[in-house]
């Protein structure tokens, strides 16, 4: 094992489970650092999720600590409290953070093979998960990440079962996306939608409506020069003018970008502790804790990679058996309901009149509404009410009734 590949029994969060943290190498200068916990409910035979947040560029602790992780932090900021809704309920989670190093990813293709690399390194280490099934979920740029990662699985998978390479078989069964960003044409068409016409209302002057209306055409014009040319140059250009030009003149609003009901969004209010030494010491991360990394941001804007779909390879994930399950929080304005509802819309995959013969209907939590839901095909669509870009946030109970019906 490398000096730098450390591993934790810290206790953490969750001193009822078994759990590990620490670092794999995914690459000869990258180090990538993980938090693991065992399911509370029979562990050896629940299945393994990892989880990833987006940005591009930002960690997953943000899940582990205001989303699904087996604790959050207690009011004064000193203590851990359980978190009853934590999806290590039933599954068990692994996520990321604290990671250092160098690499040149700078795309979601680019990051396919380390996050490959990571997930074998995972199961080499802890083989006795390397038989679980495996769901792969996130939120928002995840949208980019997951599907790409995911397809890259399954032709590793191939070479492994045709004798061409020498690693575990990941046993990927499902994967979830949480007001990801996957078809940035049609999901771009719905921001006027979100912006000026939402179930919440209008959040914009109709002004700046109608110039938002009026700037789309040029905006949706350079997405679809991005897809023809594929050129990194070509698709950055369109993400420039269609975030200047569309997107951000939601800032009118002075509203949250990721729930349109507030002024701001879920505090991080966990940083300070993540950089305690005595917290670092406990799951052996080493450096400081940032959120998120412009460096990588600005990677992924150079190539245009937000611009660039992912939802060829949600198909091919459909139609090679992967259970899909796409929900979003009604209240999230960057990653909208309207737009991942559309874009699921005009898949096509095998399964395709299965979902479009359904509509949506009533989806219920304990007896009571808590969205819509739409399913066939092995796709499942989900509205959930009230609740903004990071859904297990706003809605624990319900997100954690979603995560355990999808995965059995």
């Known amino acids: 094992m490398d000096g730098k590949e450390k591993e934790n029994q810290s206790g953490l969060c969750d001193s009822s489970v078994v759990q590990h943290s620490g670092y794999l190498r995914s690459s000869p200068d990258a180090y990538y ?209 269609c975030n200047k030009h569309v997107v951000s003149l939601f800032d009118q609003a002075k509203r949250s970008y990721y729930d349109v009901r507030t002024v701001s969004s879920p505090p991080p209010t966990y940083r300070d502790y993540l950089n305690r030494n005595t917290t670092k010491g406990l799951i052996g991360a080493v450096g400081t804790y940032h959120e998120c990394s412009d460096e990588v941001f600005d990677r992924f804007f150079l190539t245009g990679d937000g611009i660039r779909n992912t939802d060829t390879q949600v198909a091919g994930l459909l139609d090679n058996g992967i259970k899909v399950l796409i929900y979003a929080g009604d209240a999230d304005y960057i990653c909208s309901w309207y737009g991942n509802y559309a874009w699921l819309e005009e898949l096509a995959f095998n399964g395709r009149e299965d979902y479009q013969s359904q509509s949506m209907q009533p989806w219920m939590v304990d007896g009571i509404e808590a969205g819509q839901i739409q399913s066939g095909g092995n796709l499942t669509f989900i509205r959930v009410y009230e609740a903004g870009h990071e859904v297990p946030y706003y809605q624990p109970k319900a997100a954690q009734s979603m995560f355990y019906d999808h995965i059995h």
Not at 125 to 153: M, N, Q, T, W
Not at 207 to 224: D, F, K, V, W
Not at 227 to 239: K, P
């Open 33 to 241: 650092f993980y938090w693991f916990f065992e399911s509370q409910t029979d562990p050896s035979n629940a299945p393994l999720t990892i989880w990833l947040n987006g940005g591009p560029g930002c960690s997953s602790m943000v899940g582990l600590w205001q989303e699904l992780g087996p604790c959050k932090l207690g009011p004064n900021g000193e203590h851990t409290i359980n978190n009853p809704y934590s999806w290590n309920k039933y599954s068990n989670p692994a996520g990321a953070g604290f990671s250092f190093g160098e690499d040149d990813v700078n795309s979601s293709r680019s990051g396919a093979k380390p996050a490959y690399d990571f997930i074998v390194n995972f199961l080499k280490r802890y083989p006795k998960y390397a038989k679980l099934p495996l769901h792969f979920f996130g939120e928002s740029y995840a949208g980019h990440y997951i599907p790409v990662y995911a397809d890259y699985i399954l032709q590793q998978n191939h070479l492994v079962k045709t004798g061409r390479l020498d690693n575990p078989i990941i046993q990927l069964q499902t994967i979830g996306i949480g007001n990801g960003w996957t078809n940035s044409l049609i999901q771009m068409e719905q921001y006027p939608t979100m912006a000026c016409n939402s179930s919440y209302g209008a959040l914009i002057s109709e002004g700046t409506c109608n110039r938002m209306r009026a700037n789309l055409p040029r905006c949706l014009e350079r997405i679809r020069r991005c897809h023809s040319t594929d050129l990194d140059r070509d698709c950055s250009l369109a993400d420039s003018y």
